[in-house]
């Protein structure tokens, strides 16, 4: 049986194709479909595994990113969202897409409050764009995007990342395992520091889940960080590992999850990549 992956596209949401790729290299059959397409034969979620809404600017985050496409989505497809999350699944949401997702409550559901927005991704505290590299901690290793993973080194590039939420929210997501990943610095907690949380984010959270594990929001792009000539700092990274003698691995941090995905669903078919 051949798994599948459903990528969203449609109305100013970018890097599909990064993003299809992705699932494709580890073995993954990647479909994108216009949101549109999809509204118009909901049951088409039946016929995927895993589904993905990645990064962009939709609707020219005209009314807060991510809520124009959250409404059409919740409008169009709200009840077949809540029933291909009820099935064992996986969902993605990246950067444009984690804002989506979180708008349309399906992270971090606390006691399972599908469709009621518990946490808002909002603006920066430096009121500017941010576009750099990130290190990040794996604090929910039970995820199945997260498995033997402890660190990631990826991009993020948002206005608008900033997780804020009210003090009992935090503590439900503290303790129910649902942070997913924090930015990091020097392998500890970044605390706040910027660039290091490069938006100011609460508690340093830079992706979360529901309580399943199985939908998984992060505002880095690990689509633009799966190999190693991404990195910013591949000159440095190659010019060790010449020194040593040793060869340096195309797949970086970025493929990682999408390894994951596969795992769960016991495809093992990593493509050549890179």
Not at 101 to 109: D, H, R, S, Y
Not at 195 to 212: H, K, L, Q, R, V
Not at 224 to 240: E, I, N, P, S, V
């Amino acid at each position: 049986m051949t798994t599948r992956a459903l990528i969203v596209t449609g109305y100013g949401l970018n890097s599909e194709e990064e993003t299809a790729y992705g699932f494709e290299a580890v073995g993954f059959q990647a479909d994108i479909r216009h949101i549109n397409d999809i509204a118009e034969n909901p049951k088409m979620l039946d016929d995927y595994q895993a589904l993905s809404v990645p990064g962009g600017f939709s609707y020219g985050d005209d009314t807060g990113s991510g809520n124009a496409f959250a409404q059409k989505m919740r409008l169009t497809l709200g009840d077949a969202l809540k029933e291909f999350i009820a099935r064992d699944t996986l969902t993605i949401g990246i950067c444009n897409g984690c804002q989506v997702v979180v708008n349309l409550g399906l992270v971090p559901a606390i006691d399972g409050a599908y469709g009621t927005r518990q946490v808002a991704v909002t603006h920066n505290a430096s009121a500017r764009y941010q576009c750099r590299w990130v290190d990040l901690k794996v604090e929910n290793s039970t995820s199945p995007w997260m498995q033997n993973i402890d660190s990631l080194h990826l991009p993020v590039a948002h206005g608008e990342g900033r997780f804020m939420m009210d003090d009992a929210t935090l503590k439900a997501l503290q303790s129910n395992s649902q942070i997913a990943l924090r930015y990091s610095k020097d392998a500890n907690a970044a605390n706040g520091e910027f660039p290091f949380n490069p938006n100011g984010s609460t508690d340093d959270i830079a992706g979360i889940t529901d309580e399943s594990g199985r939908v998984l929001v992060l505002m880095p792009h690990p689509e633009r960080g799966m190999f190693t000539w991404q990195r910013d700092d591949y000159a440095a990274l190659k010019d060790k590992a010449r020194r040593n003698g040793q060869a340096l691995s195309d797949n970086s941090d970025g493929l990682k999850l999408f390894q994951n995905a596969a795992e769960y669903f016991g495809v093992n078919a990593l493509k050549k990549v890179g």
